[in-house]
């Protein structure tokens, strides 16, 4: 069995592929060790033959998981990066290394699903949206905050709101939590529908919108085209990388 790792800013995931075939896993919040973050759900799991990971955290963390597959596993981490082509597709960034590695899988993983035009977007600790055009090339992206960014912000820099769990409810708010809430929300989704009409305007209407993230469902419901949700986009491009690689 081959384990499959998706480390972002705030989440771990995995799945792992057994048989060539990818096997749904979890996803947990990070912490410094990682087995005070749930991971030891993977402790059932004896051996790995390989691990394969796509990871935006710090070096910091890429080596702590290091030293626990080591420890664990006796496996040492392959770390995939960012590349100019594979597939097919076409890194759009004029240094293809440096177009964040989680964002290149989520293209490689998105290709597999529509041969049209399509703008992937992951709602995330940053909402990242990339495009690729019909013939696959990467046309670039955009990055804004994502809601609990925008929300830790004014918890963090205005002194009179306490931070706590915003939820929206209705539209306007009738306090400051649900003002909040709501007032991201809108900022999100309302960025999101833009983007994808522009998207449209240039590349067709048969565009198609692929959701990923921890917040994709939250935003889903406030977006005016339709739309696909992956919850595990990124690991679907890793599993191509690795499939082929093997």
């Not at 597959?69 to 995939?80: H, L, S």
């Not at 905050?145 to 706590?164: K, W, Y």
């Not at 993230?213 to 690795?242: E, M, Q, T, W």
Request: aromatic share 8%; net charge neutral; hydrophobic share 45%.
């Amino acid at each position: 069995m081959i384990l499959l790792v998706d480390i972002g800013n705030t989440r771990l995931k995995w799945a792992y592929i057994d048989r060539d075939q990818m096997q749904p896993g979890g996803a947990v919040l990070l912490a410094s060790d990682f087995l005070s973050c749930g991971i030891e759900q993977l402790n059932r799991f004896a051996d790995f033959e390989a691990i394969w990971v796509s990871s935006v955290a710090s070096r910091g963390m890429r080596t702590r998981f290091t030293e626990f597959c080591t420890a664990r596993w006796n496996c040492q981490p392959i770390f995939v990066k960012s590349e100019a082509q594979r597939f097919g597709v076409r890194n759009g960034y004029s240094k293809p290394e440096t177009l964040g590695v989680d964002r290149w899988m989520a293209l490689l993983g998105a290709q597999q699903l529509s041969s049209c035009a399509s703008c992937v977007v992951d709602c995330g600790t940053a909402i990242t949206v990339d495009v690729l055009d019909e013939e696959a090339q990467h046309l670039g992206g955009l990055i804004v905050p994502g809601l609990h960014s925008m929300r830790r912000a004014l918890t963090v820099e205005t002194a009179a709101i306490e931070p706590s769990v915003f939820r929206a409810q209705g539209f306007l708010g009738a306090d400051t939590e649900s003002a909040i809430a709501n007032g991201t929300l809108c900022c999100a989704s309302e960025f999101i529908n833009a983007v994808f009409e522009q998207i449209k305007s240039q590349q067709g209407d048969s565009s198609a919108m692929i959701l990923t993230g921890g917040d994709a469902r939250i935003i889903a419901n406030s977006l005016r085209a339709p739309y696909k949700i992956v919850d595990d986009l990124v690991l679907r491009g890793l599993k191509r990388v690795v499939s082929r690689s093997l």
